[in-house]
């Protein structure tokens, strides 16, 4: 039998075992760390360059992709040439239009001429209004004509020309009266009568009160004269035409 063990020489023993178990282990920690790095000697693990996707060729679509196209711009509308009676219309026109710019000038006589080219015009109404612009063209150089000297001369015109419905007319006539007899009563009330006939009350008002205080009886023909009809709803008209008699 051999010797037996001293409990001393035991318990070192026992120390000893636990530090080469210690050592032989390695911690959880330190595995985990082992085994998500990988090792030099496993393949692809060494460091090399890093391998890049090859650029696809510009102007080529890739698989799946539509092609992108610039819609094409709509061809240019063409445009026929005009016919011989649409340029003779068209020159027409500008005839017509320069006759009456000159018109408008009172330029009778040059536009007169013009509207009379155009009085056979293929164009039925631009025809029709060329005739119309002729009468009145002559009817004006007519009117100009006339030797107008004193104040009863153009009043006299001036009826007339009320009568015929041309008021803003007979107006021009009438002052040029007024300027050779600023005092003639009748003249003042066929002033008034040609505003009101164009709805102009307060011009009416005005001359139908000087021709009354130039002369009383106005007043009374104004009660009856049909052409202050547009007047008959204005209170001044009224007070003017019947004024309240004084108390005694």
Do not use: W
Not at 102 to 112: I, M, T, V
């Amino acid at each position: 039998m051999g010797k037996a063990e001293s409990p001393q020489r035991r318990s070192n023993r026992t120390e000893m075992n636990k530090t080469k178990s210690t050592k032989a282990r390695p911690s959880t920690a330190t595995q985990r760390s082992r085994e998500s790095t990988p090792s030099r000697s496993q393949p692809g693990a060494a460091k090399g360059p890093a391998i890049r996707a090859k650029a696809a060729p510009k102007g080529a679509a890739g698989k799946g992709q539509a092609l992108h196209k610039t819609p094409a711009s709509p061809p240019p509308p063409i445009r026929r040439k005009p016919t011989r009676e649409e340029i003779a219309f068209q020159q027409s026109m500008q005839r017509f239009e320069s006759g009456l710019q000159l018109f408008n000038q009172n330029q009778l006589s040059k536009a007169r001429a013009v509207f009379e080219r155009l009085r056979e015009n293929p164009a039925p109404e631009l025809a029709e209004r060329a005739r119309v612009y002729v009468r009145i063209c002559n009817q004006r150089l007519s009117r100009e004509t006339l030797q107008l000297k004193t104040a009863e001369d153009y009043y006299n015109y001036a009826v007339g020309l009320a009568n015929q419905g041309e008021a803003e007319e007979s107006e021009q006539h009438l002052l040029k009266a007024l300027k050779l007899a600023p005092k003639a009563d009748y003249i003042y009330y066929a002033m008034a009568t040609t505003y009101a006939l164009r709805d102009n009350v307060e011009g009416a008002l005005e001359y139908l009160l000087k021709a009354i205080e130039l002369n009383e009886r106005n007043r009374y023909q104004a009660q009856n004269d049909s052409d202050f009809a547009s007047l008959l709803e204005d209170p001044r008209f009224t007070e003017l035409l019947y004024p309240e008699k004084p108390i005694m």
